[in-house]
């Protein structure tokens, strides 16, 4: 039996009882549905969205956290809906802002990622007033300072609300705070014991398989252990930490308290801090992840400019540990029991998906699969810092070809949510994951067709022991929550809904006599005409200011679309463009160091200069990589060699205060328009032979100068020896030798 309905395509959806339950009570009010995956919560929407739209006209925003599963609603509200197709609309950030906003108007449907959706509010594109249906998929993510919330708080007051998630968490206040964002009134939670959702759930089977780690590894293991227990001790003398009993997240919490410190010995701790941190990870890399990983991650330690990287890849203990890797000819036992049960399924013709936490070891299974003449389907998210990834038609490609013709999918994390890659029996788990979040969404890839089994890989006595335990009692804690939970929390749901209507009430009755008070003792506003004085205000108030923000910078947009226009484009000098002579590069403490070290900072620095009035804030002052005395260093270049004013602000808001001040005094105060400099003015020549020569190593503007005095031209700087450079004031005998090299050295060696 299927549901009939005017806007519900014939023979697509079948009648379920719990769904049609779900689906009443969100048309009644705002709602958060807790339902396993698989069990239909797209259906759920659809029903929804045909409910809203046959009582009222409207449009409807579906937002979800990836573009692939963006792209997944929308094959589905086609399939489901009987809505015309070209009324059905995905709005990404590749489509121009005047196509988007085109398409905001002429659409009814609309499916997008929450980023997308900001962006478009913040610019005005976007206006919940017009929107009947927000519908919030994988509504956990709901939380914090998430586009997810910003989107919510938009809509919630003016449309109808539907959240959607397999896995809210174990933890009843961060549901409470999903809920408050997102305006719910009421929570359907339907588990697997419920009688009316069991005849439709795939038994699904656990069943880790342990393998032991080789003599070899534990010997290296025992080697990286002890370097991290001297670092550990250092921060224990002292008082970083009051035990060498910590773990990975105990380490990363450090910086804030070390901060604290006198300036004597902070540095010194952080590097340690640093240091063990790194340490954890390499430890935990070769524990459960293997040789390859291990050493993928030396080679990205080697490219790091800092000197805890230096510290470790230094440390004969860590030299010996790569030593010994590289002469092994073994890799982690996981791969040889992932080898057999993968073979082991093949024959039963049955598909597979493997979960791997690391794109490194996904690379691995992938490549060992193929050695073995297995096709194995690569499936990541798109491109990272380090340029791997994929794009997302690439995406979609790897999933058609899984649904087609291959059979096994090996997936990071990317592929754990919601999307409908393939009804699967199996599901391989490289490594425990100690999220129940996660846990729960990678095992309903299970569950997605008769019921199947999870096979899940545990690394004897290391840390995938103590991942496993955490993510089942985890699961446990949430499922106990979520069977006693639909009561109470709707019981406190009401509680502080009633809460805030009392306030909203008490406000409303104090507006109200107010302006009673005001009517005895004033003339009504329709009969009081304007004076003078009022004509003269009213000309004298300014309109906003605008901002061009670059993409890449959205989150500021939230905070500064109360007080002015905001425009985001891609932005090839600066952060924000405030004027047409007026460019600011907005820098985090923890970005301004990192492009130091990148070197970044000077091209950055130097595109700045192509503006008539450029600026740099620097937000926040947790500097952790660096010594204080470089930073101090840098500003100064910035300022003096660069003539580049500094700004600094407590926070991302007290940034957009002085951004919005900035701009109203250029455009309003001094009437300049505001436009973009896309073209690079030409240098002069002066300039292109200090460009040229600011390219050498550890050459900053000063230095570059005092080579052009000495020199005169750049092909006598170039050509110069080792010693003629060491007579050039600043040049030392280590950066001479490295111009040398840079000058000399054949490229393709």
Not at 524 to 543: G, H, Q, R, W
Request: net charge neutral; with cysteine; hydrophobic share 35%.
């Amino acid at each position: 039996m299927h549901v009939n309905h005017p806007l519900i395509k014939p023979e697509t959806i079948e009648a379920r009882i719990y769904q049609q339950l779900v689906v009443a009570s969100a048309l009644k009010q705002n709602t958060l549905c807790v339902l396993g995956t698989g069990l239909g919560k797209t259906a759920i929407a659809a029903l929804t969205i045909a409910g809203i739209l046959s009582k009222q006209n409207g449009k409807v925003l579906i937002i979800a956290p990836s573009r692939p599963l963006v792209d997944q609603h929308f094959k589905s509200m086609n399939q489901f809906l009987n809505i015309d197709s070209e009324k059905i609309v995905i709005l990404n950030g590749k489509i121009s802002p005047k196509k988007r906003e085109a398409m905001w108007e002429s659409g009814k449907i609309f499916i997008a990622t929450p980023q997308v959706a900001e962006n478009d509010i913040i610019s005005k594109m976007l206006k919940p007033s017009q929107f009947s249906l927000l519908i919030a998929d994988e509504a956990h993510h709901t939380t914090g300072n998430h586009s997810y919330t910003f989107v919510a708080n938009k809509f919630k007051k003016k449309s109808h609300v539907l959240g959607l998630t397999a896995s809210p968490g174990s933890n009843i206040e961060r549901i409470i705070e999903i809920c408050g964002n997102l305006g719910i009134e009421h929570v359907e939670i339907k588990t697997e014991e419920d009688p009316d959702v069991a005849p439709y759930v795939a038994k699904v089977k656990m069943r880790p398989k342990r393998v032991e780690l080789p003599e070899e590894f534990e010997i290296n293991l025992t080697l990286l252990k002890n370097a991290l227990k001297d670092r550990l001790r250092d921060l224990k003398e002292n008082r970083v930490i009051h035990s060498i009993n910590v773990n990975k997240s105990e380490l990363l919490g450090l910086n804030k308290r070390i901060m604290t410190m006198d300036d004597n010995i902070k540095y010194e701790m952080l590097r340690i801090s640093s240091e063990a941190v790194k340490l954890e990870h390499a430890i935990e890399m070769l524990e459960t992840q293997g040789r390859s990983t291990f050493l993928s991650y030396y080679q990205k330690l080697l490219t790091q400019n800092t000197k805890s990287a230096k510290e470790i890849t230094n440390d004969p203990r860590f030299i010996q540990v790569v030593k010994n890797l590289n002469e092994l000819d073994i890799e982690h036992p996981k791969y040889e029991k992932m080898l057999e049960i993968v073979k082991e399924i093949l024959t039963e013709n049955e598909k597979i998906i493997i979960f791997a936490q690391y794109r490194d070891t996904v690379q691995k299974i992938v490549d060992l699969l193929s050695e073995n003449n297995i096709e194995a389907i690569m499936f990541v998210g798109q491109s990272n810092k380090d340029g791997k990834g994929m794009s997302q038609k690439e995406q979609a490609k790897a999933i058609e070809r899984f649904k087609s013709d291959a059979n096994v999918l090996v997936s990071t994390s990317v592929s754990e949510e919601g999307i409908d890659i393939s009804s699967v029996n199996y599901v391989l788990f490289y490594e425990p994951v100690p999220s129940e979040i996660r846990m729960i969404q990678r095992r309903g890839r299970a569950a997605r067709g008769e019921g199947g089994q999870v096979i899940v890989l545990i690394a004897e006595k290391t840390r995938d022991e103590g991942y496993y335990q955490a993510g089942l009692a985890k699961e446990k804690n949430m499922k106990n929550i979520l069977k006693n939970m639909q009561n109470s929390l709707n019981k406190k749901l009401k509680e502080l809904n009633e809460e805030k209507s009392e306030k909203t009430e008490n406000k409303d009755h104090y507006m109200d006599l107010r302006s009673v008070v005001s009517s005895k003792t004033t003339a009504s506003s329709e009969e009081k005409k304007p004076t003078k004085l009022d004509k003269k205000n009213k000309n004298a108030m300014p309109n906003k200011a605008t901002i061009i923000v670059d993409s890449r910078e959205r989150h500021i947009g939230r905070y500064l679309s109360e007080k002015a226009e905001v425009e985001f484009k891609t932005l090839e000098i600066g952060d924000y463009i405030l004027s047409d002579r007026v460019a600011v590069e907005r820098k985090t403490a923890e970005d301004f160091e990192n492009s130091i070290i990148d070197k970044r900072l000077f091209n950055q620095v130097m595109d700045l200069k192509k503006y008539e009035r450029p600026l740099m804030i620097i937000e926040g002052n947790e500097f952790v990589r660096i010594h204080e005395n470089a930073i101090r260093g840098m500003m100064f270049s910035i300022m003096i060699d660069y003539q580049i004013p500094i700004m600094f602000s407590r926070d991302i808001e007290d940034t957009a205060d002085i951004l919005v001040k900035l701009a109203e005094r250029e455009q309003i105060k001094e009437k300049r328009e505001i436009s973009i400099r896309y073209g690079k003015r030409p240098m002069s020549l002066k300039e292109r032979q200090k460009f040229l020569v600011e390219g050498l190593p550890d050459v900053g503007p000063v230095m570059a100068e005092n080579l052009l005095d000495n020199f005169n031209s750049v092909e006598d700087i170039f050509t110069a020896s080792e010693a003629e450079l060491k007579a050039v004031e600043g040049v030392g005998p280590i950066t001479a030798k490295k111009i040398r090299e840079v000058v000399t050295k054949k490229y393709r060696e």
